[in-house]
């Protein structure tokens, strides 16, 4: 990376032994704190330290006040914080008035390209081939959608990935209050404004004028404040379609999280179901170490699709689901995503997972324990595994006391992997499916009323708690005792 040219702001600047590692593409983060501790985040291999002696106090409040002449701010104990940002490089700088064991700094990079392409996505395990088309079909059929994840995760270049997808024709506005998607320089011929909110232009008074360019996709760099949220709402409530980021610990959780970041007491079932009605789409993202690959991994860990029912009532549909041991869950979309894809004349098969019948899959491939789950379609909050395991036996109920008690049994047949489709990414598909068969209990003896000479006594059946399946024994045992 060519400091001078492309950080013309900053070209005065000396960043002396700080220039080998912006001049590395494949670092993100320069962190500089605690009197000479030096820490780099990297594409590959995660965060961890670096010894540089000469990259020390002093240098570091030299490159602030150098830093701050050129953005004509003041920097000391009276102004002790120090933002700066030009068009690839953001710095943050922390006085040590208030930094107590010295200035503290960090130096992220933002560069002007896309990191991601399918290829990379693929070999990289990031995501599964049929997840990767699926999102471009969502792209193509205008779903507006919303990437969570951690702090450094890689949301921002997934959203920027996303929107290199959206066709050419239609206008993209950005709107950042830290400049990060650069799509307009990404693609100077395409119809893009780029707007920066500040003290001055806030997001509702930038959200306004967007409006009236008439935009197709308005692309939010992050939704962290109740105001950013509410720029969202109306976005996407007046026709517009969006991407944008957030942060959050699952996919699932994205509108709760929204509605958190709000500062008004507004009824939170409405929000809720304005959020479920006009999101389609969250998606999680993970970076984390991984053992397996020995190298620092991103990826897609959860996909899910929002609606609400016919009564009004916000749902949630977990499309994807991958656990860090390499398992893989599908479910199908549901025919509200299905019928909003064709609005936008976007058609996808109802098992758009090839599935089966049941519409669930999970893969049991990529170093997954052999093991398969039963999910509940219906109910796609029932995801955890452990929960959902296929067990020898079901939970115990209680039954009524009456004289005929039916007992279910149920026998489960497992169709092998060997006998389903396998997709074009790899993954196999176990599919189950439940045959129950019934068995009744029909007691011979009848307790009634006895009478003696002087005493009348009244004998009830008693309640008896009678397992939904048990073997035969068990049966013969209970009869006995009625």
């Known amino acids: 990376m060519d400091m001078a040219s492309n950080n013309n702001i900053f070209s005065q600047m000396d960043f002396g032994p700080l220039t080998e590692f912006l001049e590395q593409d494949d670092i993100t983060d320069i962190s500089y704190s605690n009197g000479g501790q030096v820490w780099l985040k990297t594409l590959s291999k995660g965060v961890y330290q670096v010894e540089r002696p000469e990259i020390n106090n002093p240098f570091m409040e030299k490159l602030a006040f150098q830093c701050s002449n050129v953005m004509g701010k ?4 009276a102004h002790p914080f120090l933002d700066a940002e030009s068009a690839e490089l953001r710095m943050n700088f922390v006085h040590d008035s208030i930094a107590t064991n010295g200035i503290a700094c960090l130096i992220r990079k933002t560069p002007a390209k896309i990191r991601l392409n399918k290829e990379k996505l693929i070999d990289e395990q990031y995501i599964t081939i049929q997840l990767h088309d699926f999102l471009m079909k969502c792209i193509e059929g205008h779903c507006n959608i919303i990437v969570a994840g951690e702090t450094g995760s890689g949301k921002t270049e997934l959203v920027k990935y996303l929107a290199s997808n959206i066709k050419e024709n239609e206008k993209i506005i950005t709107i950042e209050d830290t400049l990060e998607l650069h799509l307009d320089r990404i693609f100077p011929h395409r119809d893009i404004v780029a707007m920066k909110t500040n003290n001055i232009a806030s997001y509702t008074d930038v959200l306004v004028t967007c409006m009236r360019q008439n935009p197709i996709w308005i692309l939010l760099s992050e939704v962290r404040s109740g105001e950013a949220v509410l720029a969202v709402r109306n976005s996407i409530s007046s026709g517009h379609h969006i991407l944008s980021t957030i942060h959050a610990d699952k996919a699932s959780s994205i509108p709760m ?5 709000l500062e008004s007491s507004q009824d939170i079932e409405q929000f809720l179901g304005s959020i479920h009605r006009y999101v389609q789409i969250g998606i999680y993202v993970k970076g984390y170490f991984s053992k397996a690959l020995n190298r620092f991994q991103r990826e897609i860990i959860e996909v899910c699709e929002f609606y609400v029912d016919e009564d009004n009532k916000p749902m949630t549909n977990i499309l994807y689901q991958k656990s860090l041991d390499g398992k893989v869950t599908l479910h199908n979309p549901t025919q509200v995503l299905l019928n909003y894809l ?6 996808l098969p109802e098992d758009t997972f090839s599935l089966g019948e049941e519409g669930v899959g999970t ?3 990529a170093g997954a324990s ?3 789950l039963n999910l509940n379609v219906d109910d796609p909050f029932k995801m955890n595994e452990e929960e959902q395991t296929l ?7 209680i039954a009524p006391p009456v004289t005929n008690v039916e007992v279910p049994t149920s026998s489960t047949i497992n169709e092998t992997a060997n006998s389903l489709p396998t997709n074009n990414d790899g993954i196999t598909y176990t599919k189950i499916i439940s045959a129950p068969s019934e068995q009744s209990i029909n007691p011979q003896e009848q307790v009634q009323s006895v009478e003696q000479p002087q005493v009348q006594t009244q004998v009830q059946t008693p309640q008896i708690e009678i397992p939904r399946a048990f073997d035969d024994t068990i049966i013969n045992n209970v009869s006995d005792t009625l």
């Open 370 to 372: 052999d093991k398969t």
């Open 342 to 347: 064709s609005i936008g004349n976007v058609f």
């Open 257 to 261: 999280r929204m509605y958190s970041l």
């Open 363 to 365: 893969d049991t491939t």
């Open 74 to 77: 003041t920097f000391n104990m």
């Open 391 to 397: 067990s020898a036996t079901f939970e115990n109920t």
